[in-house]
C-alpha cells in the first residue's frame, strides 16, 4: 500500500510540475542560428509563442521551461532572420510574369524572337515587357524601332530596360500615345536621328506610354502581388521594401493581408505624386504588423546604363553628355520640405554624383536640427569624394550590391578612370553612415538575395570575374552583409525592434537554408537554397 502511495505521489508531483510549464506554440532545435542580435551571437535552439521569438537557448533549457504544441529538427542547419530587401520592387516582380521576359537576352535579335514568340501565345492588344540591356550585346547600342514596326504594325509594343529608365516602342505605340518630333517633355529624352524618332524613350518621355497602356483589373493586380510573395518566400525574403507603388496598390495590399492570402511582409514606399501624397500626409502613417506606409520614394535622376543619371561632368564615352534631373531643383527641395514638416520618411533614388549632391545637400540642410529621420538615398551609386561627409544614421544609404557585379563591365567607360573610384563604394558608405541597408532592386536585377550576399563579399560575378574582384577594397564582411540584410535594413525601415533578429518579442520570421553562407567557400553562396521559410512562427514555403 505504502509503495502504491509513494508512485501515486510521484506521479502527482510530475504532472504538477508539467502543468507548471509555460505552454508555447514552436521550439526550433539543433541548428546554427545567428540570432543578429547586438552582440552576433549564436545559439541552437528558440521558442516561439502567439508569433513572436520567446527565448534562445539550448533545447534542454528550452524543453525544461516550456510545454510545446510542436518541434521542428533543423538537422544542423544554418538558421538566419529572415531576410529583409531594403529595395525592391514587390509588385512589378508580380506584373512582370504577365509580360514578355526579356532579361538575359544576348541580342536585339533575340529580344524581337521572345516577343513574336509571346505574342504567338497570348495575342496581346499592346505587346509591353521588360528587361533587355543593350550592354549584354555585341553591339552596345540602343534598338530602333524599324523591327518592330514591320512585324506589328499595327499592335503597340513598348518594351522596357533592364533599369525601368528606358524603353523601346514601336510606331503603333508612338501614334497611340500621339507622340512625335514637337511632343514637349522635361527630364529624360526622346531620342532622334535624322529628323526621326527612333523608337527609344528614356526615364519622363516613358510616362506618356503608361497613359495609353491599358491598366490591369484588380483580380490581375492581386494574382501579381500573390505571386510575388511566392518568389520571394522560396528565397527566403519574409520583408520586402517596394520601392514607389501608390494609393490603390497598397489599399490592396492591405486587404490580401488581412483577408491571410498576402502573408509577407511589406515597406511600402509611396510614389511621389499629388494623390498619394495629399491623401497620406495629411492623414499619416499607417501600419500594421505586416504593412508600413510610412515613407516616399521620389526619383532624382535616371540610370548609369541608359546614361540618364544626372553627373556633374560629362559622361566619359559621351560627350556635352550630363545625364539628367527628373524633376527640377525647385520641385525636390519643395517636396522634401513637405515631407520634412510630416512624419514620414523621404527615399530619393539618386544614381549619379550631381544628383546625389542635390540629395544630400537638401537632406542636410532640412535634418540639421532634427534626428531620427533616418532618410534614405536609394542607390547612392556614384558618390563625390567631398560629398560622402554627408551620411550618417540619420542620411542612409541603401544599395543592392548587384548593381555593382551587373554595371562592373561597362561601368568606368561611362565614368572614366577617377570617378569610378567613389562608385559603388559600399564599404566606405558604411564607414561614414555606419550603417547600410541592402537590397537587389528587383526586376532590375534577380531576386536571389544570396546573389547580393555573394556580390557585396566577394565583388565578382558567378563566373569569377574580375580574379581580384571589382574594386574589393569595397567589399563587406560576411557579418556587415547578413546585418546589411536584416537588422541594418530594418533600422532603416524604424523596425529594428520587431523585426531584423532573432531575439525575444520579436516577430517569429527566419529562414532555415541548405548550407552555412557565413562558413562555406563564397563561390558556393550563390547556389544556397532555402529549405523553410517562417513568417509569425508560420511555415510560409518548404523545400
Known amino acids: 500500500m505504502r509503495k502504491v502511495l509513494f508512485l501515486l505521489s510521484v506521479l502527482i508531483l510530475f504532472v504538477s510540475c508539467d502543468e507548471g510549464k509555460e505552454k508555447a506554440d514552436l521550439l526550433v532545435f539543433n541548428g546554427t542560428v545567428y540570432t543578429v542580435d547586438k552582440d552576433f551571437n549564436q545559439t541552437e535552439a528558440f521558442a516561439i509563442k502567439d508569433g513572436k521569438f520567446l527565448e534562445t537557448g539550448s533545447k534542454k533549457a528550452l524543453l525544461d521551461k516550456y510545454e510545446f504544441k510542436n518541434e521542428l529538427d533543423a538537422e ?16 512589378g516582380l508580380g506584373m512582370q510574369q ?7 537576352t544576348k541580342s ?20 509591353t515587357g521588360r528587361g533587355w540591356d543593350q550592354n549584354d550585346w555585341e553591339t552596345k547600342e540602343f534598338p530602333v524601332k524599324d523591327t518592330l514596326d514591320q512585324l506589328f504594325p499595327d499592335t503597340p509594343v513598348a518594351v522596357t530596360r533592364i533599369d525601368g529608365h528606358a524603353m523601346l516602342v514601336n510606331q503603333a505605340a508612338l501614334d497611340k500615345a500621339n507622340i512625335t518630333t514637337a511632343t514637349k517633355f522635361d527630364g529624360g529624352d526622346i531620342e532622334q536621328k535624322d529628323g526621326k524618332i527612333t523608337g527609344i524613350l528614356i526615364d519622363n518621355p516613358m510616362s506618356l506610354i503608361g497613359e495609353i497602356t491599358e491598366q490591369a483589373d484588380l483580380k490581375t493586380q492581386s494574382k501579381a502581388l500573390l505571386k510575388a510573395q511566392e518568389i520571394c518566400f522560396s528565397y527566403g525574403l519574409t520583408t520586402v521594401d517596394d520601392a514607389g507603388v501608390d ?17 509577407i511582409r511589406l515597406y511600402a ?23 508600413n506606409v510610412s515613407s516616399v520614394k521620389f526619383y532624382g535622376d535616371g540610370a548609369l546604363g541608359s546614361r540618364g543619371a544626372a553627373l556633374k561632368k560629362s559622361y566619359s564615352d559621351k560627350e556635352n553628355h550630363y545625364g539628367a534631373l527628373l524633376s527640377p531643383v525647385t520641385e525636390f527641395k519643395k517636396t522634401a520640405k513637405r515631407i520634412a514638416a510630416s512624419k514620414f520618411q523621404m527615399n530619393t533614388h539618386a544614381i549619379g554624383d550631381s544628383a546625389n549632391f542635390m540629395v544630400l545637400k537638401t537632406y542636410d540642410a532640412l535634418l540639421a536640427n532634427g534626428n531620427e529621420r533616418r532618410w534614405r538615398v536609394e542607390h547612392s551609386q556614384v558618390i563625390d569624394s567631398a560629398d560622402f561627409k554627408y551620411f550618417s544614421e540619420n542620411i542612409l544609404p541603401s544599395v543592392q550590391p548587384t548593381h555593382a557585379t551587373s554595371d562592373m563591365y561597362w561601368a568606368e567607360d561611362r565614368l572614366g578612370e577617377k570617378r569610378i573610384k567613389g562608385a559603388y563604394a559600399y564599404k566606405k558608405l558604411l564607414d561614414q553612415a555606419g550603417i547600410i541597408a541592402l537590397g537587389t532592386d528587383f526586376p532590375v536585377e534577380q531576386v536571389n538575395p544570396f546573389l547580393t550576399f555573394y556580390a557585396a563579399v566577394d565583388r565578382q560575378d558567378t563566373e569569377n570575374f574580375p580574379e581580384e574582384g571589382f574594386m574589393k577594397d569595397q567589399a563587406l564582411s560576411r557579418e556587415e552583409t547578413l546585418k546589411g540584410m536584416t537588422i541594418w535594413a530594418a533600422f532603416s525601415n524604424f523596425e529594428e525592434n520587431e523585426k531584423g533578429s532573432i531575439e525575444p518579442g520579436k516577430f517569429a520570421d527566419f529562414i532555415i537554408l541548405d548550407r552555412d553562407i557565413m562558413k562555406v567557400n563564397i563561390d558556393e553562396v550563390p547556389n544556397t537554397k532555402v529549405i523553410y521559410t517562417f513568417v509569425n512562427g508560420e511555415q510560409v514555403y518548404k523545400n
Open 98 to 104: 504577365q509580360k514578355v521576359d526579356l532579361t538575359g
Open 269 to 291: 514606399m509611396l510614389s511621389n505624386n499629388k494623390e498619394n501624397l495629399d491623401h497620406y500626409l495629411n492623414q499619416g502613417p499607417y501600419k500594421t504588423e505586416r504593412l
Open 108 to 127: 536585339f535579335e533575340e529580344v524581337v524572337s521572345r516577343i513574336v514568340e509571346f505574342q504567338k501565345k497570348n495575342n496581346a492588344k499592346f505587346i
Open 76 to 91: 544542423g542547419k544554418a538558421i538566419f532572420p529572415g531576410l529583409i530587401d531594403a529595395h525592391a520592387h514587390f509588385y
Open 247 to 263: 494609393k490603390q496598390v497598397i489599399e490592396l495590399m492591405d486587404s490580401l493581408q488581412k483577408s491571410g492570402e498576402l502573408k
